[in-house]
């Protein structure tokens, strides 16, 4: 057993990969053993993952804080969700336009923050009137149903159509896991990448970056542009997993707060961050309900109450979130 831990803390890339191959076996198997209850807490899990790596990318490596992400998960959901609806378009097609859309309105709220010096606070304060002022739009537009909401047609079958998404928990499974592995390297390949050190040159100190010759207008916006990209994935998994969005609750402050929680817990700049939150805040938060029901008991707003309690101790005993201290007691010294 000695042998087995020095293997994995003398090399710090050896352990990291092993522990990725570790968890990338254990997490394609629960879909052939769990029963459906355990498949859906799983799909939380690799869902807030996702959208905690998406959010990390502009927050964790580039030092942009954004409080407004349900802009992006709002905008991919209700773009895919229409072009299905309307014109029998696939959401493997939908997505571009998911993307695109999002890409668009992330260059829009980059644009007038960066362009104008808008950062810090203020930058995340704009973030919340851009999701604010989309959600009231949404509210009146009745193509996608307005504030009454939007419900996209479920047809029962007994084989998963996986071009339009039709399908069972198995089949969105291994969807959030492949969004989540995805979104995983390509964070990975981010943080050795020029362009990731550019990022966090510019979270460490924007002025010695610039000085150095770091094109911080452009480097923040394309920061800006891969969060909301990504998360626009998510937007059209949420769509299509959920199968109705109300601008209510897709846009809602609450929806980002649930995104930036899970890396902010885990871990703000690391891989392995957004993947550890999430999990233990989603299983917290199922585990919560769970007890509450075989009570039956039902407490309204428990799942914030305990959400605001694991931000509130993690600020307190690991400012620096989970991650970072598992590294360095693994020997993981970068704690990526």
Not at 88 to 93: I, R
Request: net charge positive; with cysteine.
């Amino acid at each position: 057993m000695r042998d087995l831990v020095a293997v994995f803390t003398e090399s710090p890339l050896r352990a990291r990969l092993g522990l990725f191959g570790l968890l990338a076996v254990l997490l394609a198997a629960p879909a052939f053993v769990t029963d459906r209850y355990l498949l859906s807490v799983l799909i939380l899990v690799l869902y807030f993952a996702f959208v905690g790596q998406a959010w990390n990318v502009m927050m964790g490596f580039a030092g942009q804080l954004s409080l407004g992400h349900a802009l992006y998960v709002g905008l991919g959901a209700y773009t895919s969700a229409a072009l299905y609806q309307h014109f029998a378009v696939s959401p493997w097609l939908g997505l571009f336009a998911a993307v695109a859309a999002c890409v668009a309105a992330a260059s829009v709220v980059g644009w007038l923050a960066f362009r104008f010096g808008i950062s810090g606070t203020y930058f995340a304060l704009l973030t919340i009137a851009f999701a604010e002022f989309t959600r009231i739009a949404f509210d009146h537009i009745d193509w996608v149903g307005g504030s009454g909401g939007f419900f996209l047609k479920v047809v029962q079958q007994d084989q998963a159509d996986l071009w339009n998404l039709r399908g069972g928990p198995v089949m969105f499974y291994y969807l959030a896991l492949a969004l989540a592995t995805g979104a995983f390297v390509l964070s990975a390949w981010l943080l050795r990448s020029r362009l990731g050190y550019y990022f966090r040159a510019i979270r460490d100190n924007e002025q010695a970056a610039r000085a150095a010759g770091v094109d911080a207008f452009r480097v923040k916006m394309i920061a800006v542009q891969i969060s909301a990209a990504l998360t626009a994935l998510a937007g059209v998994f949420f769509a299509f997993y959920y199968n109705n969005l109300f601008p209510a609750e897709v846009f809602n402050m609450g929806r980002s707060i649930e995104i930036i929680l899970a890396p902010i817990i885990g871990g703000v700049g690391t891989l392995f961050g957004p993947v550890l939150g999430a999990a233990v805040l989603t299983l917290l938060s199922e585990s919560l309900n769970g007890m509450l029901a075989s009570f039956g008991w039902e407490i309204p707003g428990i799942k914030q109450v305990l959400y605001g309690a694991a931000l509130g101790l993690s600020i307190m005993f690991m400012p620096h979130g989970m991650w970072p201290g598992i590294a360095r007691r693994f020997g993981f010294t970068r704690g990526h």
